[in-house]
């Protein structure tokens, strides 16, 4: 008896010994899985309908942004503008991004009062040009932005930076960023060209979004800007070249490059005739902003819930 009572005493330090046995990383990996596979024994029924809700919700929402974008176009560019434009600030508060913040902070600004003079009524005849020129350089600067940044990942992906005894990592983050700015202010830039483009045309009557013009165009007047193409020599305007689109009407060059480049518009501010992009841009080296303004569309509409079609 004293034996047994030796050793229902001695049986307590080999229990706080084999508790404190510390486990390799392997063993204690294999038993969390075995507590998380015991913990959801039996819910496989569970997982399948929520897979099944969650595949149900996703084609019921594509369904309805699909009849919500072709219904009202307007307002689904709209919302999923302001979706680009305000979720990032969110994200770079968030992570104190600060540089990605004051860049945005003086993109905002700028085009903040570049849409107030857009949207007033009655509409200068220098506000169009002013709209475009500020649109357009955005757009050259996304441009640049992007290639410099596709190139920089090219670079680095092709080993070139250990030639200049730069990191992978620097040169790497260099090019994604770049890249990054390139894109989100190249299509910010076009869709806020869009609706100014828009407000100016509609404000100024030659242009109606649905339905007919409220004024008549004459044949010495740009439907873009509303400013007289051919000016006197004792009136006030600008002279430049003028273009003339397959349904005879004639534009001031700059105008009607901004309509249909910078402000997405592929129709006649008139009469809505199709234009011919390929036509208005014969110089080899400027087709490819136009190939860039078509990568900036559809990146718009893959990032702003793009619909399955």
């Not at 038993?31 to 913990?39: A, C, D, F, G, S």
């Not at 620097?170 to 989100?184: E, H």
């Not at 249909?260 to 501010?269: L, N, Y």
Request: proline share 3%.
């Amino acid at each position: 008896m004293a034996a047994g009572a030796a050793g229902r005493g001695a049986a307590p330090p080999q229990q706080e010994q084999i508790s404190q046995t510390k486990l390799s990383v392997d063993d204690e990996w294999n038993l969390q899985q075995e507590k998380m596979y015991r913990m959801h024994r039996g819910h496989e029924s569970m997982h399948v309908e929520m897979i099944l809700i969650f595949l149900c919700t996703l084609v019921i929402a594509q369904i309805v942004l699909v009849q919500w974008r072709q219904r009202h176009g307007q307002s689904y560019n709209l919302v999923t503008l302001l979706q680009m434009w305000v979720v990032p600030l969110y994200f770079t508060i968030k992570l104190y991004w600060w540089r990605f913040l004051s860049m945005w902070g003086m993109f905002s600004a700028i085009t903040s009062y570049i849409l107030f003079r857009a949207t007033r009524k009655p509409l200068s005849g220098r506000t169009p040009r002013l709209v475009y020129k500020w649109f357009l350089l955005i757009y050259k600067l996304s441009y640049a932005f992007g290639v410099v940044g596709y190139l920089a990942i090219m670079f680095t992906m092709c080993g070139f930076n250990l030639f200049f005894k730069i990191k992978a990592r620097d040169s790497m983050d260099f090019g994604i960023v770049s890249l990054f700015y390139g894109l989100y202010y190249g299509v910010m830039g076009r869709d806020f060209a869009e609706i100014c483009s828009d407000y100016m045309a509609s404000t100024i009557g030659f242009y109606s979004m649905s339905g007919m013009p409220t004024r008549s165009l004459g044949d010495n007047v740009c439907a873009v800007c509303g400013q007289k193409i051919i000016v006197e020599l004792d009136e006030e305007g600008l002279i430049e070249n003028t273009y003339q689109l397959s349904c005879n009407h004639v534009f001031h060059e700059f105008c009607i490059r901004g309509w249909c480049i910078v402000g997405k518009k592929q129709t006649c501010p008139y009469c809505k005739e199709k234009v011919d992009l390929k036509r208005m841009i014969s110089n080899p080296w400027e087709r490819t902003h136009f190939l860039y303004g078509q990568i900036l569309d559809w990146l718009r509409y893959l990032v702003a819930w793009q619909p399955v079609r």
